[in-house]
C-alpha cells in the first residue's frame, strides 16, 4: 500500500472509530434519535471515503501490476466487483 493513502486511511480510520464511540455514548444516554441517525450517517460517508482510499490504491498499485502482467482480464473483473459493491 502506497505510505500516503495508508496514512490517510489510518486517520480517517481513526476519525470513524471516535464517531463511533460518540454515536453508542449518545444511545447510553438516550439522545435524540434524529441526532443518532446523523451522527450515523456521518460514519458512513466517511467509511466510503476510506473505501475510496483503498480503491485508489488498489487501482494504481495491483490492477495496474495485473494489466502490465498479462492479467487484464483478472483485474477488468476486480474492478468491476469493486463498482458493483459500491452501488450497493
Do not use: F, P, W
Given at each position: 500500500?502506497?505510505?500516503?493513502?495508508?496514512?490517510?486511511?489510518?486517520?480517517?480510520?481513526?476519525?470513524?472509530?471516535?464517531?463511533?464511540?460518540?454515536?453508542?455514548?449518545?444511545?447510553?444516554?438516550?439522545?435524540?434519535?434524529?441526532?443518532?441517525?446523523?451522527?450515523?450517517?456521518?460514519?458512513?460517508?466517511?467509511?466510503?471515503?476510506?473505501?475510496?482510499?483503498?480503491?485508489?490504491?488498489?487501482?494504481?498499485?495491483?490492477?495496474?501490476?495485473?494489466?502490465?502482467?498479462?492479467?487484464?482480464?483478472?483485474?477488468?473483473?476486480?474492478?468491476?466487483?469493486?463498482y458493483k459493491?459500491?452501488?450497493?
Amino acid at each position: 500500500m502506497h505510505k500516503d493513502i495508508k496514512q490517510k486511511a489510518l486517520r480517517r480510520l481513526a476519525i470513524v472509530s471516535g464517531q463511533v464511540q460518540g454515536i453508542k455514548k449518545m444511545v447510553e444516554e438516550d439522545k435524540y434519535c434524529i441526532d443518532i441517525i446523523t451522527q450515523s450517517a456521518a460514519v458512513k460517508e466517511a467509511l466510503s471515503g476510506v473505501e475510496d482510499l483503498i480503491l485508489e490504491n488498489h487501482l494504481t498499485t495491483h490492477a495496474a501490476h495485473q494489466m502490465m502482467s498479462g492479467k487484464g482480464k483478472q483485474a477488468t473483473e476486480e474492478i468491476l466487483k469493486v463498482y458493483k459493491l459500491k452501488r450497493k
